[in-house]
């Protein structure tokens, strides 16, 4: 199983992203999603999470209004479009997949990780 995580590079304040995440040998369609980040110096932290099935989404109050989860079943990949990025986004991105369908901002919950891909925003 593996979950590669693309999209990440060094953008400007007020710039957008989007992050993908392919799937290999795992059904993404069936497993709930999420995003997390880890900034230098800091711990990682929930980000973003569409849960299997009824397509609900969480979003930490961080960047809630500014970045969106989404998913392509076709395609076994998931997206987190960010827009309006600040230089506080800054960090390394970790997408993730759970078989869980609810509280899914607890890293526990997450049974396969991708390997994160940086995201720098310059000020």
């Known amino acids: 199983v593996q979950l590669q995580a693309s999209g990440g590079g060094l953008v400007q304040t007020g710039d957008s992203l989007r992050l993908s995440c392919a799937a290999s040998?795992?059904?993404?369609?069936?497993?709930?999603a999420g995003w997390f980040r880890q900034a230098p110096g800091k711990e990682r932290e929930f980000v973003a999470a569409l849960i299997y099935r009824d397509g609900k989404t969480s979003y930490a109050n961080s960047i809630k209004g500014r970045f969106t989860i989404s998913r392509n079943n076709a395609r076994d990949t998931v997206y987190l479009q960010m827009n309006n990025l600040k230089p506080e986004d800054t960090a390394v991105y970790y997408c993730?997949?759970?078989?869980?369908?609810?509280?899914?901002?607890?890293?526990?919950?997450?049974?396969?990780w991708g390997q994160g891909t940086q995201v720098t925003v310059s000020s």
């Open positions: 993730a997949a759970s078989g869980w369908k609810s509280d899914l901002s607890y890293e526990y919950k997450y049974d396969f």
């Open positions: 040998g795992l059904t993404f369609r069936i497993y709930s």
